[in-house]
C-alpha cells in the first residue's frame, strides 16, 4: 500500500501508519538525502510534496520517533522541458525542507531543456553542467559524513 493523500483523519489507519513507519525509517537512517524532482508548473510533484507532509507527521502521531529531516543535508536537483532548469520548483522545496527542519544545501542541480540531453546513451551534459553535478555531490558526502561524526560524537558523550 502506497500512502494515501494526507489527511488527518487517517493517522490512525494500521495500513497507513506501517507504510509510514517504514519510510519514516528509511529517511532516518540516512546520513543525507538527494530529492529529484521534475517541474511541474512551477511546482513540487504532488507525490512529493505528500510524501514528506506524511513523513513529518509521524513524530506528531507518535512520540517515539523524532523528526527524520532534522538537520538532515539536502541537495535539490530538477530538470525541467524549458529554459528554468527546475529553478521554480527548487525555491520552493527549499522552502519545504527548510520548514521540516533540514540543512538545505546552497548549492543545487537543475537541468534546463532537459529532453535535449538525452542520447541512446543516457544523459549527456557539457563539461560545465558536469563539472557542477561532481562538486554538488561531493559537497553533499562531505556535508552527510561530517554530520554524521557530529551525531556519533554527540551520542558517545551523552
Excluded at 19 to 48: D, K, M, W
Excluded at 74 to 100: D, K, M, P
Aim: glycine share 8%; proline share 4%.
Amino acid at each position: 500500500m502506497g500512502l494515501p493523500l494526507f489527511d488527518q483523519d487517517l493517522e490512525a489507519d494500521a495500513d497507513v501508519l506501517a507504510t509510514l513507519t517504514a519510510l519514516h525509517q528509511r529517511f532516518s537512517q540516512c546520513s543525507g538525502i538527494i530529492v529529484a524532482c521534475p517541474e511541474y508548473n512551477g511546482q513540487a510533484t504532488p507525490l512529493l510534496k505528500n510524501t514528506i507532509d506524511w513523513v513529518s507527521r509521524l513524530a506528531h502521531i507518535d512520540a517515539r520517533f523524532g523528526n527524520p529531516f532534522l538537520n538532515k543535508p539536502v541537495l535539490l536537483c530538477s530538470a525541467s522541458t524549458g529554459w528554468s532548469g527546475g529553478a521554480l520548483v527548487i525555491q520552493n522545496l527549499r522552502a519545504l525542507f527548510g520548514y521540516v527542519g533540514a540543512m538545505v544545501m546552497g548549492s543545487s542541480i537543475g537541468i534546463a531543456r532537459a529532453p535535449d540531453q538525452w542520447t541512446a546513451d543516457g544523459f549527456q551534459f557539457d563539461g560545465a553542467t558536469d563539472s557542477h553535478i561532481e562538486v554538488a555531490l561531493s559537497a553533499l558526502l562531505q556535508w552527510a559524513a561530517q554530520s554524521r561524526q557530529v551525531s556519533e560524537s554527540e551520542l558517545l558523550s551523552a
